[in-house]
T-cell receptor, first 113, second 110 residues
């Protein structure tokens, strides 16, 4: 099993550009989520999904969209990038619809100039 | 008040030392508690869950105090390889959300 994979590993965007961060898992996990990690802030939940077709907002959803058309994939879309979105983004998944142990992807380091 | 609070450290300890980290949480309805480990520029990984009765995994011991709303992690006989950031994590929001502390940095030195 590859576990949780994320692409790209690094990305530089200009303010106003849009892009999609990809996340996929091959463990048949129902629950998937996106976090951002900033210095001194810890990981903050952006969006999460408890199954295909179901998504919900986390703590910091503004400026991001998600969809979950399959169990395996959970892409995160930045609609119009801003410097405040410079961060490390982690995708994670877990069994069932309640969150216990989460398996994280390797992260995407995004810089917005 | 933050939902999950940790001392950021760093804790610098010699190899072989015993070190303890504490973490407090604000939501008394929290159900599940965890310690994750994060190495520099890597993803977090589950170290251990924290049970009401306390639990031990080798050199690591986790304790939960619901009355005072804190959890602790004790590391005995520290190794150089234990150097990392330790994240306190609490399951809130009806079971659908994990809230992460900012982490405590541990540096084990020769």
């Amino acid at each position: 099993n590859a576990g949780v994979t994320q692409t790209p590993k690094f990305q530089v965007l200009k303010t106003g550009q849009s892009m999609t961060l990809q996340c996929a898992q091959d463990m048949n996990h129902e629950y998937m989520s996106w976090y951002r990690q900033d210095p001194g802030m810890g990981l903050r939940l952006i969006h999460y999904s408890v199954g295909a077709g179901i998504t919900d907002q986390g703590e910091v959803p503004n400026g991001y969209n998600v969809s979950r058309s399959t169990t395996e994939d959970f892409p995160l879309r930045l609609l119009s990038a801003a410097p405040s979105q410079t961060s490390v983004y982690f995708c994670a998944s877990s069994y069932g619809t309640s969150v216990y142990e989460q398996y994280f992807g390797p992260g995407t380091r995004l810089t917005v100039t | 008040r933050k939902e999950v609070e940790q001392d950021p450290g760093p804790f610098n300890v010699p190899e072989g030392a015993t070190v303890a980290f504490n973490c407090t949480y604000s939501n008394s309805a929290s159900q599940s508690f965890f310690w994750y480990r994060q190495d520099c520029r890597k993803e977090p990984k589950l170290l251990m869950s924290v049970y009401s009765s306390g639990n031990e995994d080798g050199r690591f011991t986790a304790q939960l105090n619901r009355a005072s709303q804190y959890i602790s992690l004790l590391i005995r006989d520290s190794k150089l390889s234990d150097s990392a950031t330790y994240l306190c994590v609490v399951n809130t929001g009806g079971g659908n959300k994990l809230t992460f502390g900012t982490g405590t940095q541990l540096k084990v030195e020769l």
